[in-house]
């Protein structure tokens, strides 16, 4: 447990580099156009626009074939690029370990294709970093959950009070999340979630509730629901989106 003031610094650091299979293949889908930019830019941009924290730089790791290509991106701060590894925790170690020396900064731990980040809820989730160990914003299930055997039988319905579906930002200080990475990669953990390293060496993790707009794009149906050229969507849909070159 923490104690004090919070962190000065903010740094966001974004593991950007896998294949996007379950979008269908072909172009990951952190890189396909997303309203004129990518996907990814439109999520960063959303970063720097009114309400959010001011970053002290940004860390992404990114597919190989995209490292000249996202380096030339130009930021309002610092951006630091490196490839991505074989599964998204390792990525994001890799990410970690680019930024400056800043043990006590808040880090960020984004997906890359969530392109709405609520800025209310990620600064609550960084203030909490004066008295918790790490902060994880989530939405409240509201469906019926049942749990059932391998072979699809029903064995139980779950009571659904105080389940929640873990979102990201996923905050901690910096030195936080290196010792954490570093004693997965000692010991062999594979997180399901970057908070579910602090879980599982025993930290305090606050959950910070948000809204159900901050979801994660990862199906052809989110794509088609939520891209700025659905009509589906309207405008409401989009009234968080950052648009513009990141």
Do not use: Y
Not at 47 to 65: E, I, K, N, S
Not at 125 to 138: H, P, R
Not at 209 to 238: F, I, M, V, Y
Request: hydrophobic fraction near 45%; include cysteine.
């Amino acid at each position: 447990m923490r104690g004090g003031e919070g962190p000065a610094r903010v740094f966001l650091v974004i593991p950007a580099g896998g294949s996007g299979a379950r979008m269908g293949g072909g172009v990951p889908k952190q890189f396909r156009d997303w309203g004129g930019v990518t996907l990814l830019e439109a999520t960063l941009a959303a970063f720097f626009q009114p309400g959010m924290p001011a970053l002290a730089g940004v860390a992404l790791a990114v597919p190989t074939d995209r490292l000249a290509e996202v380096r030339g991106w130009r930021l309002p701060v610092p951006l630091w690029v490196t490839e991505g590894g074989a599964t998204r925790q390792a990525s994001v170690a890799q990410a970690l370990a680019l930024l400056p020396e800043a043990p006590e900064a808040a880090v960020l731990i984004h997906d890359g294709v969530r392109p709405f980040p609520p800025a209310g809820p990620v600064g609550e989730a960084i203030a909490a970093l004066a008295t918790w160990d790490g902060a994880v914003l989530g939405e409240a299930s509201t469906d019926t959950l049942k749990r059932v055997d391998p072979a699809g039988r029903i064995l139980a319905t779950e009571p659904r009070e105080g389940i929640f579906r873990a979102q990201t930002p996923q905050v901690a200080r910096l030195d936080t999340w290196r010792r954490a990475f570093a004693w997965a990669r000692e010991t062999g953990f594979q997180g399901t979630d970057d908070v579910s390293l602090l879980e599982a060496q025993g930290l305090r993790v606050l959950l910070v509730p948000s809204p159900s707009t901050n979801l994660k794009l990862t199906t052809p149906e989110d794509w088609a629901r939520w891209h700025p050229a659905a009509t589906a969507c309207g405008g409401s849909a989009h009234t968080s989106r950052a648009g513009g070159k990141a």
